[in-house]
């Protein structure tokens, strides 16, 4: 896959947060990944589907999925799907940032019978499977230094809703 050193992921923690517009009674919701490293940095993604967050967050405190569900939820609750996935995934893995586009790529590592296969995906879809079957995730070590240099982990407040 790649030679770059990976830091595990050992907690994931989807979050929204509210931007407020200066003077204004409006804002919008930033919704995020919060993946704690075992160093304990903290590596943050930002702006993942809003369906993605609610199923992590079901997933993480066991509770039952809403009545109308999204692709995300059903599939965790889909025994043989989980079963399937989880036979042939390896690990996922956070390593690419498009400077230009500011958008986060992982690679998801697939093995079967001595095939190898990487696909590369939406790290927050990605992270999702990892975490319902139970493979580890990293992060590329060079993606947490730019990071760690550049914003800080997103905080929840009492006017934020934690996932």
Known sequence: MTDKRLIR?????PFTKIIRYEDMDIGTYLIGLNLRLE??????????PYEVAEAIKLYNHGEPPPRRQSLFSLLMN??????????????????????ET???????????DGLSLNVKMIPSHAIYLALITGKPVYVAEDLVEQFSGEEEEYEIDDEEEEY
């Open 9 to 13: 992921a050992v907690e994931i923690m």
């Open 102 to 112: 500011n958008l986060y790529t992982a690679t998801v590592e697939f093995s079967e």
């Open 39 to 48: 160093d304990g940095r903290v590596f943050t993604l930002v702006n993942i």
């Open 78 to 99: 889909h025994e043989e799907f989980i079963d399937a996935v989880a036979r042939t995934l390896k690990r996922v893995v956070v390593d690419e940032l498009d400077r």
